[in-house]
């Protein structure tokens, strides 16, 4: 298992399941499990050592309001964190934002924007990638998919067009 994957609150499960798919896209091993900073404390530190042990190298921590998961997880671990701010009722999650992202100097969590799954995953994998050519090749390949689906709207762009113009 490559990824350990912690979120506050089941409410939190749909961007999960983004993350775990876009993982399962390029072949990377994962856990996902609800562990809160707020509400359960230890299990979180035991969680994290737990998952040292079964070989995690990166986690992805997802929190809203006070988010605190990420920051926890980042002050026990020394593998790279990465943030997922949750989207809230406050102002469309910039509690949760500025919780995740303003970590003090020593401390750092990579944060992603508001509800970013795939790019949390996706930082994962390059971060993984490093050192690892097989890897490498497959995120060469998803970013020539993206340019292909640019040139694809542009397509569809100009049939509208025609039919409106
Ligand atoms: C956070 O509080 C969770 O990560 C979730 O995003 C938010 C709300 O949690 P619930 O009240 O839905 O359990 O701890």
Do not use: C, W
């Not at 020593?106 to 944060?111: E, F, H, K």
């Amino acid at each position: 298992m490559k990824v350990s994957i912690i979120m506050g609150s089941y409410s939190d499960h749909e961007v999960g399941l983004e993350v775990a798919k876009t993982l399962k896209e390029f072949g990377i091993s994962f856990d996902m499990s609800v562990y809160s900073a707020h509400r359960t404390p230890v299990d979180v530190v035991e969680h994290i050592q737990k998952m040292e042990e079964e070989g995690a190298e990166i986690f992805i921590a997802m929190a809203g309001k006070a988010a605190h998961l990420a920051g926890v997880i980042a002050g026990k671990t020394t593998r790279p964190v990465i943030g997922i701010p949750m989207k809230s009722s406050f102002s469309g999650g910039m509690d949760s934002l500025l919780s995740t992202v303003q970590m003090p100097s020593g401390v750092p969590v990579a944060t992603v924007a508001v509800n970013g799954g795939k790019n949390a995953a996706l930082l994962a994998v390059q971060m993984l990638s490093i050192g690892n050519d097989e890897l490498k090749g497959k995120l060469k390949n998803y970013k020539k998919v993206m340019v292909e689906d640019v040139y694809e709207m542009n397509e569809k762009l100009n049939e509208k067009m025609k039919e409106v113009l």
